[in-house]
Each structure stands twice: as structure tokens, then as C-alpha cells.
């Protein structure tokens, strides 16, 4: 009985930051690599970050390839996903890029789709979901 307990109280300190997980997406929307290690060095170090987000955060952060950090960015996104959860404390909005090969969704933190996962390149690809379909699709792909 003891370890459910001990779990709702991690997840009571847990959380999303949302505003240092959306500069790692728009460090990576706007191809700039230095941008997006540093904004995922400060979410990797964010005391109340959810334990699932660190070692992406992490893995972005020590990343020096952007094509590496998008593919660590997807496995961020699927993380922070999950955590938010259905009903997300703070307003975000999804999107899916159908072409990118790994987790295609993400958020942000305002309207105005900007693709992280091929960054200018293919800047608008991409479309609004459902938080849900997110979700499910972050649950699917950690089986």
C-alpha cells in the first residue's frame, strides 16, 4: 500500500513546463540546434519536471545534431503527452505531422503551427488534434 501512495505524491510535484517544453519546439521549428540544446538543458533542470520528460529532455540537451534532437524532441513530446494528460492544466494546442517517422504529435503553446520535427523546411506541415488523440496515440506507442 505504501508505493500508490508514495506515486500520487511524486505525481503531486510532477509536472509540465510547458513554456520551457514549447523553446525546445520552437528552437527546433527554427532549425537553430544552440537554441534548442540550451531550452532543453533549463527543461531537463526544471525541479518540478515530470521524471518521464528527463530523459528526453536530457537526451535533446546533449544532442549536437538537430536531425538526433528532433528524433529525442518526438520522444519528449510522447512524454509530456502522457503527462499532461487528458485535461492539461494549462491551454495547449497539438498538431500531428503525418511525414514525421517517429511520435508525430506535439504542442504548443499558441495557436500557429510551426513543425518542429522538419523545421523550416516543411514549417506548416501538419494539422490540429485533439489532445486525446495524443494521448492515445502516446499510450499505443509505449507498449
Excluded: H
Excluded at 495557436?111 to 496515440?137: D, R, W
Aim: net charge neutral.
Amino acid at each position: 500500500m505504501i508505493a500508490p501512495f508514495l506515486l500520487l505524491i511524486g505525481a503531486a510535484f510532477s509536472a509540465v513546463p510547458v513554456a520551457e517544453y514549447d523553446a525546445v519546439r520552437a528552437a527546433l521549428a527554427a532549425d537553430n540546434a544552440p537554441a534548442a540544446a540550451a531550452a532543453a538543458t533549463t527543461l531537463a533542470a526544471d525541479a518540478t519536471l515530470d521524471p518521464l520528460m528527463l530523459a528526453p529532455a536530457r537526451a535533446v540537451a546533449a544532442a549536437t545534431d538537430i536531425v538526433v534532437m528532433r528524433v529525442a524532441f518526438a520522444e519528449l513530446s510522447r512524454t509530456a503527452i502522457l503527462a499532461l494528460g487528458l485535461t492539461p492544466a494549462e491551454k495547449v494546442q497539438v498538431y500531428k505531422c503525418p511525414m514525421a517517422p517517429n511520435y508525430q504529435y506535439w504542442m504548443q503553446a499558441k495557436a500557429g503551427l510551426a513543425n518542429p520535427y522538419f523545421g523550416k523546411s516543411m514549417l506548416t506541415c501538419g494539422e490540429g488534434v485533439a489532445i486525446k488523440v495524443a494521448y492515445q496515440a502516446a499510450l499505443a506507442a509505449n507498449k
